[in-house]
């Protein structure tokens, strides 16, 4: 690591202000941080612990229905809270299967958008060719091991995935991002918060220095929905691919229908035009589902070991909308 | 806001309070318990929060050691492997792991302890199955999962099912 000063913050205004220096970091469960620290991809002059920030890990009932998360409340607090259980099952689900729960206990939930991606060389302790570590530098898995890499919206500067679990469920809930920074604070759709790697390979995400994510809004309870994760063993893995669905019904006529896959993609990649397709869908009818499903891998394209994925993302999101119609509403 | 490349931090440890200078903000919490400290039950496995094997318990939350930097955790209370017997009286689930030969090595031993102390506290001991998942922070090289599995069960008061 090298070296830092570090200070804790007591309020926002001052969080903002300091943050806004090139060079400083924000640290929350610190359990990406420090592992950026330690890898070198990240090297951060100043770390502003915002750990104890009052009132930023609180969890509320909005006035016209929905949810407020602050930013600040770790996973298994979310996951565990008796209206994100009961309302928005696909959240707490998709959280209580992301990392362990030791570190459930430290990690929050807008620390958890902000993680970056798996890719073996991007993670690498020796610097090897990674557009992402250091743009110019190339590509090491576009023609290495890349059995586990993206099949939506990637480009030869970076096939990587994003591997958030609760960002693939806060996409399918059409959730809203808010943040604060000495600019002005503004409120970003979960779906278009993360970037692919069409225009600045090296960014992640739309996020501007020392801005902070404040909070994470939902939307009208979603009590018909669900996240499946499917991994090389059965706990405590990444995702090869994961699905989120959430369903409105009437009986069992699919009304309107949020879906997004996670790890195939830079972004949690949202199903629209099978969204479309599944309005109006008999739920038990599979065969229209798959249908409706197929319109969305028109433009999913395989590296060369990924394939699989392809086959592996349309089941899940089929049983993702299974799953999510059999939850009581 | 204040930055500073060297801090003061006051801590309790196993119910012992502590006062440490000069302290540079890249330690973690695990390094700290082991090399200032000299608390060198709670392993260092992984150090990139994978293998549980520094599990601690930090204001009665299970939590990594080795993914905290020890400055920020100015005025808690920690509890280590060292700290969860009461006197010559092993805690129930240490007796259960030597009845239950929860371990080969041992290296795994510590965090596993911790961590099994904490999930019976929160309730996840409804099965084995859950046991199992809320247990998988933990790995044991040695795979000594089943007696594991067994040793939490027994600790957590259930028969066998
Ligand atoms: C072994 C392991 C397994 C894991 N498995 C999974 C998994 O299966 N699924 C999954 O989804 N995740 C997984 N994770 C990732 C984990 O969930 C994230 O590391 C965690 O959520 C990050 O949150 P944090 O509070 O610790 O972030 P930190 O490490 O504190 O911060 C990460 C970054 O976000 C910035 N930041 C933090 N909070 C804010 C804020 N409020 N506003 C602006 N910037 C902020 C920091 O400056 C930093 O750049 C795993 C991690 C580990 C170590
Ligand atoms: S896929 Fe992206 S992160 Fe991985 S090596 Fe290529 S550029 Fe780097
Ligand atoms: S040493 Fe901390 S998790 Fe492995
Ligand atoms: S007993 Fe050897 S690692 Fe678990």
Not at chain 2, 40 to 46: E, H, I, L, P, W
Request: proline letters at 4%; charged letters at 20%; hydrophobic letters at 40%.
């Amino acid at each position: 690591m090298t070296p830092f000063v570090y200070a804790r913050a007591d309020s926002l205004g001052e969080t903002i202000a300091a943050g806004a220096a090139p060079d400083s970091a924000f640290l929350a469960g610190g359990t990406e941080l420090l592992n950026w620290l330690r890898l070198g991809i990240a090297g951060p002059a100043r770390i502003i612990d915002i750990s104890r920030l009052d009132g930023l890990d609180q969890i509320e009932a909005l006035p016209g229905g929905g949810l407020r998360i602050g930013a600040l409340t770790h996973l298994n607090d979310v996951a565990q809270h008796e209206l994100v259980m009961r309302d928005y099952p696909v959240l707490s689900q998709a959280i209580l299967n992301a990392a362990s729960p030791q570190l459930r206990n430290l990690a929050t939930i807008g620390g958890n958008l902000l993680q970056k991606t798996r890719c073996a060389y991007f993670r690498a302790e020796e610097q090897l060719p990674c557009n992402k570590r250091r743009l110019g530098s190339g590509c090491s898995a576009l023609h290495g091991i890349n059995d586990n890499h993206a099949i939506f919206g990637w480009t030869e500067d970076c096939i990587a995935t994003q591997p958030s679990d609760p960002a693939v469920a806060l996409a399918a809930l059409d959730a809203v991002i808010v943040t604060a920074h000495r600019s002005g604070g503004r409120r970003i759709p979960a779906a278009e918060f993360h970037l692919l790697p069409d225009t600045r390979p090296e960014a992640d995400n739309v996020l501007q220095q020392g801005e902070l994510i404040t909070a994470i809004e939902l939307p009208a309870p979603a009590p018909r929905s669900a996240y499946l994760k499917v991994r090389e063993r059965e706990s405590y893995e990444y995702a090869i691919v994961s699905a989120a669905a959430v369903l409105e019904m009437d009986g069992r006529t699919i009304r309107r229908a949020g879906l997004a896959l996670g790890s195939v993609a830079l972004r949690p990649w949202r199903l629209s035009a099978a969204e479309e397709r599944l309005a109006g869908a008999d739920v038990g009818d599979r065969e229209a589902l798959s249908t409706a499903i197929e319109q969305s891998f028109a433009e999913a394209r395989p590296l060369l070991q990924n394939a699989y994925k392809i086959e592996l993302a349309k089941t899940a999101a089929l049983r993702a909308i299974e799953r999510a119609a059999r939850m009581p509403s | 806001m204040d930055f500073h490349d060297r801090h003061l931090l006051r801590l309790r440890v196993n119910g012992e309070d502590h006062s440490l200078s000069d302290l540079d903000p890249r330690v973690t919490l695990l390094d700290l318990l082991r090399e200032r400290l000299h608390l060198t039950g709670t392993k260092k496995g992984c150090n990139f929060g994978e293998c549980g094997a520094c599990t601690v318990h930090l204001d009665g939350r299970r939590v990594n050691a080795c993914m905290i930097l020890a400055v920020s955790a100015e005025g808690r209370e920690v509890t280590t492997i060292e700290g969860l017997a009461d006197g010559d009286a092993l805690h129930p689930v240490q007796q259960a792991f030597i009845d239950h030969d929860g371990f080969q090595c041992g290296f795994c031993t510590p965090g596993q302890v911790m961590s099994a102390a904490a999930l019976i506290e929160e309730g996840h001991t409804g099965s084995d199955a859950e046991i199992r998942e809320w247990m998988s922070g933990n790995l044991c090289r040695c795979s000594a999962y089943p007696q594991i599995v067994e040793a939490v069960r027994a600790a957590a008061g259930r028969a066998s099912q």
